[in-house]
């Protein structure tokens, strides 16, 4: 989700060659750089996705959307964790993990991010201090687990995560 210009998901294409990687982004000209380094990359396994995570995780694949069809998603500095829950939550099957990476460790925003989990079907699994490369500190994966049916009403439409997050007090 939030693919950016393509990292991590090109990285797990590349990696992962047997897996099929969705590149979520809602910039049009994101999608079209990421197209570009798949097709210079020449991996088959990896497409971008040009749409608002709010609206992909709203449609079932039977109606060409993402509800229900990963195994795994990631997300990096894309917000808050309840924020990327509630994204993540409707797009998982049953038993996928939602991994974020993240940066120092927040107890109030863990907090935050377990009541919305809570609201969503997911359940924290393990957080993970990760050392991506020397000099680096204080950067944590997340690992959030599908344990329930995420409720209808998610995601939310667009902006509303934004504007209202689960786990806030109102």
Not at 15 to 26: C, H, K, Q, V
Not at 49 to 74: I, K, M, S
Request: aromatic letters at 4%.
């Amino acid at each position: 989700m939030g693919a950016g210009v393509g990292f991590p998901g090109l990285a797990l294409a590349i990696a992962l060659p047997s897996a099929r990687i969705d590149l979520i982004e809602s910039a049009r000209r994101k999608g079209a750089v990421i197209n570009r380094l798949i097709q210079a990359a020449r991996l088959s396994n990896a497409r971008a996705v040009v749409a608002r995570v709010e609206e992909w995780g709203t449609a079932p694949a039977a109606l060409g959307g993402g509800r229900g069809v990963y195994d795994a998603v990631t997300a990096r500095a894309l917000g808050e964790l309840s924020l990327v829950a509630e994204y993540a939550a409707p797009l998982l099957r049953d038993e996928g993990v939602v991994v974020a990476w993240k940066g120092v460790r927040d107890s109030e925003e863990e907090a935050r991010a377990k009541t919305a989990a809570n609201c969503l079907g997911l359940r924290q699994d393990d957080i993970r201090p990760v050392v991506p490369f020397e000099g680096a500190r204080n950067r944590h994966l997340y690992v959030l687990r599908k344990v329930a049916p995420t409720p209808a009403g998610f995601p939310r439409r667009p902006g509303m995560a934004r504007k209202r997050p689960l786990g806030r007090a109102s």
